[in-house]
C-alpha cells in the first residue's frame, strides 16, 4: 500500500512556477476604450505605454494577447488588477 502524501496548495504553486512559465492573456471586448485598457496593462504589468498600446492592438486585432509570462502568482496579480475595470483575462500554465 501506497503512502498518500497529499501537496499543500503552496508546494503546488511553487512546482507549476519552476516547471512553466505562467502566461497572463486578456481577451477582447467591446466595452473599453482603447485608453482605458492601455492604462489597465501599464498599472497591471509595469511595462510602458507603447508596449501596453502594442498588446491593446493585438488584442483589438486577433482577440486576445499574452500580456505577461512568468510565475503564476504573478499572473494571477496582474490579472487581478486587469479584472479590476471587468476586463476579461484567462492565466495559462
Known amino acids: 500500500m501506497t503512502d498518500y502524501n497529499p501537496q499543500t496548495e503552496e508546494e503546488v ?3 507549476v512556477k519552476v516547471q512553466h512559465p505562467a502566461r497572463a492573456i486578456l481577451f477582447n471586448d467591446e466595452v473599453h476604450t482603447f485608453d482605458e485598457v492601455i ?3 501599464i498599472k497591471a504589468t509595469g511595462c510602458d ?3 501596453a498600446e502594442k498588446m491593446t ?3 483589438h486585432d486577433t482577440g486576445k494577447s499574452c500580456v505577461f509570462t512568468g510565475d503564476l502568482v504573478k499572473c494571477l496579480q496582474v490579472t487581478s488588477v486587469l479584472e479590476e475595470i471587468e476586463l476579461m483575462t484567462q492565466v495559462e500554465v
Open 39 to 41: 492604462n489597465q496593462i
Open 13 to 15: 504553486i511553487d512546482e
Open 57 to 59: 492592438w493585438e488584442v
Open 49 to 51: 505605454f507603447p508596449t
